[in-house]
Protein backbone atom coordinates (compact mmCIF):
# COMPACT_ATOMS: atom_id res chain seq x y z
CA UNK A 1 0.00 0.00 0.00
CA UNK A 2 2.59 2.26 0.86
CA UNK A 3 4.55 2.38 -2.40
CA UNK A 4 1.96 2.62 -5.13
CA UNK A 5 3.18 0.28 -7.36
CA UNK A 6 1.71 0.78 -10.78
CA UNK A 7 0.66 -2.96 -11.24
CA UNK A 8 -0.56 -3.81 -7.37
CA UNK A 9 -3.84 -4.78 -6.93
CA UNK A 10 -4.60 -3.05 -3.21
CA UNK A 11 -4.35 0.25 -3.94
CA UNK A 12 -7.23 -0.55 -6.49
CA UNK A 13 -9.09 -2.15 -3.35
CA UNK A 14 -8.64 0.97 -1.59
CA UNK A 15 -9.80 3.88 -3.99
CA UNK A 16 -12.61 1.92 -4.82
CA UNK A 17 -14.12 0.97 -1.51
CA UNK A 18 -13.08 4.66 -0.64
CA UNK A 19 -10.78 3.34 1.97
CA UNK A 20 -9.28 5.62 5.22
CA UNK A 21 -5.37 4.60 5.71
CA UNK A 22 -4.65 5.34 9.42
CA UNK A 23 -0.89 5.93 10.15
CA UNK A 24 0.67 7.02 13.37
CA UNK A 25 0.47 10.78 13.05
CA UNK A 26 -3.36 11.05 10.87
CA UNK A 27 -5.94 9.47 8.39
CA UNK A 28 -5.64 10.11 5.34
CA UNK A 29 -8.65 9.25 3.10
CA UNK A 30 -7.45 6.60 -0.25
CA UNK A 31 -7.98 9.50 -3.21
CA UNK A 32 -5.54 11.72 -1.47
CA UNK A 33 -3.52 9.02 -0.62
CA UNK A 34 -2.27 7.80 -4.16
CA UNK A 35 -0.33 10.70 -5.53
CA UNK A 36 1.98 9.44 -8.49
CA UNK A 37 3.88 6.19 -9.73
CA UNK A 38 5.37 4.86 -6.46
CA UNK A 39 4.33 7.71 -4.56
CA UNK A 40 1.85 8.05 -1.69
CA UNK A 41 0.72 11.15 0.58
CA UNK A 42 3.15 9.42 3.36
CA UNK A 43 5.62 11.90 4.72
CA UNK A 44 8.79 10.97 6.15
CA UNK A 45 8.16 8.35 8.98
CA UNK A 46 4.86 8.25 8.85
CA UNK A 47 3.39 4.72 9.50
CA UNK A 48 0.76 2.83 8.26
CA UNK A 49 -0.84 1.10 11.34
CA UNK A 50 -4.54 0.63 10.03
CA UNK A 51 -6.69 0.86 7.59
CA UNK A 52 -10.43 1.37 7.56
CA UNK A 53 -12.77 0.37 4.47
CA UNK A 54 -16.35 1.16 4.76
CA UNK A 55 -19.55 -0.88 4.32
CA UNK A 56 -20.70 -2.17 0.89
CA UNK A 57 -22.91 -3.98 -1.22
CA UNK A 58 -20.55 -5.63 -3.33
CA UNK A 59 -17.45 -5.65 -4.37
CA UNK A 60 -15.56 -7.28 -7.22
CA UNK A 61 -11.81 -7.43 -8.77
CA UNK A 62 -10.48 -8.63 -12.10
CA UNK A 63 -7.53 -8.30 -13.61
CA UNK A 64 -5.70 -9.41 -16.74
CA UNK A 65 -2.40 -10.67 -15.70
CA UNK A 66 1.09 -10.58 -17.31
CA UNK A 67 2.22 -14.04 -17.89
CA UNK A 68 5.24 -14.35 -16.28
CA UNK A 69 4.88 -11.99 -12.99
CA UNK A 70 0.77 -12.52 -11.97
CA UNK A 71 0.99 -8.33 -12.01
CA UNK A 72 -2.24 -6.67 -13.55
CA UNK A 73 -1.47 -4.99 -16.91
CA UNK A 74 -5.44 -4.07 -16.35
CA UNK A 75 -7.18 -4.15 -13.02
CA UNK A 76 -10.37 -3.39 -12.33
CA UNK A 77 -11.87 -3.32 -8.36
CA UNK A 78 -15.62 -2.16 -8.86
CA UNK A 79 -17.49 -1.53 -5.42
CA UNK A 80 -21.53 -0.84 -5.34
CA UNK A 81 -22.45 1.18 -2.20
CA UNK A 82 -26.11 1.35 -1.72
CA UNK A 83 -26.21 4.67 -3.53
CA UNK A 84 -23.50 4.80 -5.77
CA UNK A 85 -20.72 2.98 -7.52
CA UNK A 86 -16.94 3.29 -7.81
CA UNK A 87 -14.59 1.90 -9.75
CA UNK A 88 -10.50 2.05 -9.46
CA UNK A 89 -8.09 1.03 -12.24
CA UNK A 90 -4.51 -0.70 -11.49
CA UNK A 91 -1.50 -1.59 -14.24
CA UNK A 92 -2.53 1.05 -16.72
CA UNK A 93 -2.28 4.17 -15.27
CA UNK A 94 1.08 6.39 -15.69
CA UNK A 95 0.68 7.93 -12.09
CA UNK A 96 -0.30 4.07 -10.75
CA UNK A 97 -3.90 3.37 -9.69
CA UNK A 98 -6.83 6.03 -10.59
CA UNK A 99 -10.35 5.99 -10.70
CA UNK A 100 -12.95 5.57 -13.65
CA UNK A 101 -15.08 8.48 -13.01
CA UNK A 102 -16.40 8.57 -16.93
CA UNK A 103 -17.12 4.97 -16.51
CA UNK A 104 -18.91 5.34 -12.59
CA UNK A 105 -21.19 8.08 -14.37
CA UNK A 106 -22.55 6.00 -17.06
CA UNK A 107 -23.44 3.21 -14.65
CA UNK A 108 -24.60 4.94 -11.30
CA UNK A 109 -27.44 5.74 -14.45
CA UNK A 110 -27.76 2.49 -15.83
CA UNK A 111 -25.70 -0.81 -14.59
CA UNK A 112 -25.46 -2.12 -17.57
CA UNK A 113 -22.65 -3.53 -19.76
CA UNK A 114 -24.82 -1.77 -23.12
CA UNK A 115 -24.86 1.41 -21.35
CA UNK A 116 -20.80 1.23 -21.80
CA UNK A 117 -20.98 1.05 -25.52
CA UNK A 118 -20.72 5.02 -25.56
CA UNK A 119 -17.72 5.53 -23.72
CA UNK A 120 -14.29 6.27 -25.16
CA UNK A 121 -11.68 4.95 -23.31
CA UNK A 122 -8.32 8.00 -23.68
CA UNK A 123 -4.99 5.79 -23.80
CA UNK A 124 -3.41 9.50 -23.18
CA UNK A 125 -2.53 8.67 -19.77
CA UNK A 126 -1.69 5.03 -20.02
CA UNK A 127 1.31 3.19 -19.36
CA UNK A 128 2.96 2.11 -22.97
CA UNK A 129 5.75 -0.59 -22.21
CA UNK A 130 6.85 -3.54 -23.56
CA UNK A 131 4.20 -5.74 -21.78
CA UNK A 132 1.15 -3.78 -23.40
CA UNK A 133 0.25 -0.28 -25.31
CA UNK A 134 -1.52 2.38 -23.90
CA UNK A 135 -4.07 1.80 -26.63
CA UNK A 136 -4.53 -1.85 -25.51
CA UNK A 137 -4.81 -0.52 -21.75
CA UNK A 138 -7.21 1.26 -22.91
CA UNK A 139 -9.27 -1.52 -24.46
CA UNK A 140 -8.81 -3.86 -21.76
CA UNK A 141 -10.05 -1.26 -19.04
CA UNK A 142 -13.47 -1.24 -21.34
CA UNK A 143 -13.54 -5.08 -21.71
CA UNK A 144 -12.93 -5.69 -18.15
CA UNK A 145 -15.56 -3.15 -16.75
CA UNK A 146 -17.75 -4.83 -19.54
CA UNK A 147 -16.98 -8.34 -17.65
CA UNK A 148 -17.83 -6.99 -14.50
CA UNK A 149 -20.96 -5.55 -14.77
CA UNK A 150 -22.02 -8.45 -17.23
CA UNK A 151 -21.31 -10.87 -14.23
CA UNK A 152 -23.12 -9.08 -11.28
CA UNK A 153 -25.85 -8.83 -13.35
CA UNK A 154 -26.21 -12.02 -13.97
CA UNK A 155 -25.77 -13.05 -9.92
CA UNK A 156 -28.70 -10.44 -9.26
CA UNK A 157 -26.97 -8.80 -6.51
Request: net charge negative; aromatic share 10%.
Amino acid sequence: IANNDPAACYPAALLSLSGKIITNKRTIESSKFFVGMFETALDDNEIITFIELPKNTTSFYKKFSNPASGYAIVGIFLTKFSSKIQIAVTGAGQDGVFRAKNFEEILNQNFSSAALSEIDVSDEELLNDLHASSDYRAHLIKVLIGQIVNHLNSIEI
